[in-house]
């Protein structure tokens, strides 16, 4: 799983998840993307599922790039522990995603292929998304 190899701080606060993603909105790399149109946190489990689902349907053909980095640390405490006694440990980390980014890249492929391995990798993901093309944006 993705995660970052050191942090200034251990644990974070939770955070707001307000307006449209600007920065990461547009094609950078491929011929197609995945571009989220809702708001949430993806987990770097759900990153590499949604990899996965991409890369089998791809068959050995093309390229796929990932824009997204799990860098938020999430903590939670167990079950049935009492209340008080301070935040809990890190259970896992998150990306922050707001609607217009894009989550994955891929080309070399036809436009098909690119939208069935799309869909696939849209069921593991927490938010709904759009296919989007170069010829589209430019």
Request: proline share 4%; charged share 30%.
């Amino acid at each position: 799983m993705l995660e970052p190899k050191r942090r200034k701080y251990r644990k974070s606060f939770r955070g707001k998840m307000r307006g449209n993603s600007l920065r990461g909105s547009s094609l950078s790399f491929g011929e197609f993307g995945l571009k989220a149109q809702g708001r949430g946190w993806l987990a770097s489990k759900q990153i590499e599922a949604g990899r996965r689902a991409i890369t089998h349907s791809l068959k050995k053909g093309g390229r796929v790039w990932i824009r997204v980095f799990p860098d938020k640390p999430v903590t939670s405490r167990p079950a049935g522990q009492r209340m008080g006694s301070g935040k809990g440990e890190i259970d896992r980390y998150v990306a922050v995603v707001t609607p217009g980014k894009i989550i994955y890249e891929v080309t070399g492929i036809s436009k098909l292929v690119a939208k069935e391995a799309f869909a696939k990798a849209a069921a593991k993901l927490p938010f709904k998304t759009k296919v989007v093309s170069r010829e589209e944006e430019g």
